[in-house]
C-alpha cells in the first residue's frame, strides 16, 4: 500500500492541444491507492493522449501533474516510472530482439530497482514467512509483492514463465501484450496505465486478462487504470469510470452510475447497450 | 552459449590477438608492422563505434571530427607534455566537444541525426581551416616531436584493445543494456525508467574519446597535418561502412571488417584506387540485401539457407523452362496440323 496519505497519482486541469485542436481539455481526475479504474469514450475522446500526459510522454499545455504530491508536470518519462507509474502502449511495444526473461529485466534493472521486492529467495519460503511471520531481515517490507521479485516471478503472474528464452518477435500478439504488462510490472509500479491491452483478444483471452488485471490489484497492491473499448468486460471488473467525449471528462463514477448517466448515453454508450445491461 | 562462458570465451580471444599484436613487430616486416597499425586503427574507431552508435541505432559521421580533434591536440600538445599525456589530452577534448554536439543533436533521429553530425564535423574542419589561417597565419602543423613507430604502434594496438574491453564490458552493463533499448525503441525505455539523454549523451562521449586518442596517437605517424588530412570525411564513413559490414551489433564483427578494408586498402588503394572505392560500395550493398546483420553474423547455417534457395530458385527456372518448352512444342504441332 502507499506510504503516503492523498492520492498517487493527480491530474490537475490537464489541458493538451496539437495546434487547433484540444485533444484533452482540462480533466481533472485523481487516482488512490488499491483502486481499479476504468476510462472509456469513443475513438477520438483523448483517453490515450490523457494517458500519454499521465505518463510524460507528451507534456501537458496546461495543468498540472503531481505523484503522491510531488509535480512532476514537464518531467521526462523516465522519472514517471521512478516515481512508480507505470504503462502499456495501445500497441505492444517490446523489446524485438530480446527474450520475454530479457525484456522483463529490463524494466527490473531500471526503474524496478528502486524498490526492493518485499522479501527475497524462493517462492515456498516467501509464502511459508508469509504464513509464520519472521523476524527482521525477512520481515515484509511494505511496497512490493514478492511476486515481483524477479523476472521470472514476474513472467509466471503473467503466465508466460514457459517462453522465458523465446525471443518477444516470436511470440503471438496476445502474448506480446501479456509482455507488456510484465515489462511495466518489472518496473514495480504503484499505479499501471494500461491502454488497451484487451484489444483483439479472443473472449477467453479476454476473461484471462480481466482476472490478470484484478489480480494486480489485489494481490500486488497496485492501482490499475485501464482504457478499454471492450466496455462490458470493463464496467464488470472496475469500481470506478471515467468517460471522455472530445477531449473533455463528462462523467466520473461508479459503473453503475456512469451506466445511468444521460450524457454518457448520448455521446457513448447508446440506448441498445444500456438495455442489454452493459454493467 | 551461457553468458559467462561466452565472457570467457571473448577475453581469451582478445587475450591471445593481443598476444600475437604483441610479438608482431618481432618478427614481420616493417610493410606488415604498418599495415597492422592502420588496422588497428580501424578496430579501435569502429569498436567504438559501433559500442555507441550499434547498439542505440544512432549513426553517427562525426568520427572525423573527433579524430581530428585529436590529431590536431597532440600536435599541439607534444612539445609540452609527455605523449600519453598528450593521447589522454586528445581523447579529454574530443569528449568535451561530444557533449556539447550532443548536446545539440542528440535529440534527432535517424537521417536528421546522421546529417547533423556529419554538417556539424564539416562546420569544425572549415573554422579550424580559417583560424590557422586568420590567426595563426598557417595551413598545417609539422609534428617536430615524434616518439618512436613502436611507442605508436603499441599505443595503437592498446586503445584497439581497450575499445575491444570496453565494448565487452559494456554488452553487459546496465548502461549497455539501456542503449540496446534505445536502440530497440527509445519511447519505451524511457517509461520503464531509463534517463535516455544522460545514456545517450555519455555513449557519445565514450565513442568520441576513443576516436579523439587515436586521431592524437596516429596524428605523429603524419608528421605534417592539416585540416583536410584530419577531418578527411573518409575516415568517417570508412569507420561506418567498417561497423556495419562487420556487424554494427556484434563484438567482434567490426574487427574482422576492419582487417578485411585494411588489407584491401593496402593493396587495392595505391595501385587502383577506383577498384577499393567500388569494392567497398559492392560490400556494402551486399551486405544490406543479403547479411543485415552483418560479416559476424554469418553462421554455417546461412551459408546453408543461401545453397538451398539457390538450388530452389534454379529448380523454378528450369521447371518454367520447360513449361515454356512444353508450350512451344504444342503450339508447333497446332501449326503443323493446322497446315
Sequence with gaps: MSDVAGPLLEARHVTVRFGGLIAVDDISASFGAGELVGIIGPNGAGKTTFFNALSGVMVPTAGRLLARGRDLTGARPHRYARHGIARTFQTPRVFAEMTLAENVRFGLRFAGRRRRAETWGPAWLAAWIDRVGAPWPWRRRPGVSWLLRNELSILNVIGLAHLADMPAAAVTPSQQRLLEIGMALATRPRILLLDEVAAGLTESELQDMAQLIRRVRDELDITVVWIEHAVTTLLRHVERVLVLHQGRMIADGTPAEVVRNAEVIEAYLGDEMVEEGVA | ?339
Design chain 2, 1 to 339: 552459449m551461457p553468458e559467462r562462458k561466452v565472457l570467457w570465451r571473448d577475453l581469451l580471444v582478445l587475450a591471445a590477438l593481443t598476444g600475437w599484436a604483441l610479438a608482431l613487430p618481432h618478427y614481420a616486416s616493417e610493410f606488415v608492422a604498418s599495415l597492422a597499425l592502420t588496422c588497428f586503427m580501424y578496430i579501435a574507431l569502429a569498436s567504438s563505434w559501433a559500442l555507441f552508435c550499434g547498439l542505440s541505432r544512432y549513426l553517427s559521421l562525426a568520427t572525423s571530427a573527433f579524430f581530428g580533434i585529436g590529431a590536431y591536440t597532440s600536435a599541439l600538445a607534444l612539445e609540452h607534455m609527455p605523449w600519453l599525456h598528450a593521447v589522454a589530452l586528445g581523447a579529454l577534448l574530443a569528449a568535451a566537444v561530444a557533449l556539447l554536439m550532443g548536446a545539440a543533436v542528440l535529440h534527432l533521429r535517424g537521417t536528421y541525426f546522421a546529417v547533423l553530425t556529419f554538417g556539424m564535423t564539416e562546420l569544425i574542419r572549415h573554422a579550424l581551416s580559417y583560424f590557422e589561417k586568420q590567426v595563426s597565419g598557417t595551413v598545417g602543423r609539422v609534428l617536430t616531436i615524434v616518439p618512436e613507430r613502436n611507442t605508436v604502434y603499441l599505443t595503437v594496438l592498446a586503445l584497439a584493445v581497450l575499445a575491444l574491453a570496453t565494448s565487452i564490458a559494456v554488452r553487459r552493463s546496465r548502461f549497455g543494456l539501456a542503449l540496446a533499448g534505445i536502440g530497440s525503441d527509445e519511447q519505451r525505455a524511457q517509461t520503464l525508467g531509463v534517463g535516455t539523454r544522460s545514456v545517450k549523451t555519455a555513449g557519445f562521449a565514450l565513442t568520441a574519446a576513443f576516436a579523439g586518442a587515436v586521431g592524437a596517437a596516429m596524428a605523429v605517424r603524419w608528421t605534417y597535418i592539416d585540416p583536410p588530412t584530419v577531418f578527411n570525411p573518409f575516415i568517417g564513413f570508412q569507420t561506418v561502412l567498417i561497423a556495419l559490414i562487420g556487424g554494427a551489433t556484434t563484438l567482434w564483427g567490426p574487427l574482422i571488417a576492419a582487417i578485411v578494408f585494411s588489407l584491401l586498402a593496402e593493396t587495392l588503394r595505391l595501385q587502383l584506387p577506383q577498384l577499393y572505392m567500388m569494392a567497398l560500395g559492392v560490400l556494402l550493398i551486399l551486405c544490406v540485401l543479403h547479411l543485415p546483420g552483418g560479416v559476424a553474423s554469418l553462421r554455417w547455417s546461412t551459408f546453408a539457407a543461401w545453397w538451398r534457395d539457390t538450388r530452389q530458385w534454379w529448380r523454378e527456372r528450369r521447371e518454367e523452362d520447360t513449361e515454356q518448352e512444353r508450350k512451344a512444342r504444342r503450339q508447333r504441332d497446332r501449326e503443323t496440323r493446322n497446315v
